[in-house]
């Protein structure tokens, strides 16, 4: 983090931050702060994504600067937030060098300035450490705002089995700085649209059982989203319906890519000790232990198929362990 902090501190090109696709609370919020914190110290600071912003983060000051990936412009530093490469940002980015701000696990070095912890429960709890450590006083309301959306998102709203002591110190020193809570949570999970409700009742009406109840699985067909005028970024957060319920230790959904029918958006979800990490990393893919994901091609049933055999052969070497 010394060096991260060294490196930002005395760089004056221009700088690009950036995070991956489909972007979620933790890569929107990791950008937004330091995007502003940034701005404060002077740099000359641009943010961008290839995607549009999900609705759920419309009320995060400085949206409105966030750019469209692909940009023109090559820029002398490029930070990743919250993502294991650049290619994560499923188009190019122009830059002379890189530096990665992350806690993916087993990802690309772009230098000894990057900062990846793979024990933090979200990138913005690594922005939050660098920015608190930097120049604590910069740290305003709107870039705490920020960080506690990631923080919340990323851990499932202090659900997930990521949590450590550590992040409780975190989320106060957050609200201290003027995150409220009570309206962050209003605004992320209170302000469903219509249409994701109806895509919702779609999907549930897909939710299938293997293996004796231990695994669910939920589908997303290009025709849910024709029918009810919802759009992919609808579908963030319904593979928890599956996780939720009693006796399911392993989850998924599988999302059929509306400008691609033939290729699935793969979201794999686990309690505890269950390792999806594994699951997806042999898929393809990658995550967290408890969250992962992984894109394949082929028919519905098909692709149902072979997420259920890499399934099924995992939770047998679970039980002989
Ligand atoms: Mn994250």
Redesign the pocket.
């Known amino acids: 983090m010394e060096k991260t902090i060294e490196k930002l501190d005395n760089f004056n090109g221009s700088i690009l931050i950036f995070t991956h696709e489909n972007p ?1 609370g ?2 929107i919020g990791s950008m937004l702060a330091l995007y502003k914190f940034l701005k404060k110290k002077g740099k000359n600071i641009d943010m961008a994504m290839k995607d549009e912003l999900p609705h759920t983060y419309d009320f995060l000051s400085n949206v409105d600067k966030i750019k469209k990936l692909p940009v023109d412009k090559v820029y002398d530093l490029g930070i990743l937030v ?1 993502a294991a490469g650049v290619f994560r940002a499923g188009t190019e980015v122009k830059a002379k060098e890189f530096m990665r701000i992350d ?1 993916h696990r087993e990802g690309e070095k772009y230098g000894d300035w990057d900062y990846v912890d793979i024990t933090a429960p ?2 913005t709890t690594l922005v939050a450490k660098l920015l608190k450590s930097w120049d604590e006083k910069l740290i305003d309301k709107d870039i705490a705002e920020s960080l506690y959306v ?1 923080l919340l998102t ?1 851990t499932g709203s202090f659900r997930h089995s990521n949590i450590t002591p550590e992040i409780f110190d975190i989320a106060k020193f957050l609200v201290k700085k003027g995150a409220d809570p009570v309206y962050i949570s209003h605004k992320v999970f209170e302000r469903n649209k219509p249409e994701a409700i109806k895509l919702l009742n779609k999907v549930l009406s897909t939710l299938q059982f293997h293996e004796g109840g231990k695994v669910a699985s939920l589908t997303v067909r290009k025709k849910f989203f024709d029918d009810t005028g919802a759009k992919e970024e609808d579908t963030e957060g319904f593979v928890n319906f599956a996780r939720g319920i009693d006796g399911v230790d392993i989850a998924f959904i599988m999302i059929q890519k509306p400008n691609r029918p033939d290729t699935w958006r793969v979201s794999l979800r686990s309690k505890g000790k269950y390792n999806v990490q594994e699951i997806a990393k042999e898929l393809g893919g990658g995550g967290h232990r408890n969250a992962s994901g992984c894109r394949l091609n082929g028919e519905e049933d098909e692709v149902r198929e072979r997420i259920l055999r890499v399934i099924n052969k995992k939770l047998k070497e679970e039980e002989n362990k």
Do not use: A, C, L, M
Request: proline residues 0%; negative net charge.
């Open positions: 979620d933790d890569g919250d806690h979200s990138t990631g990323d």
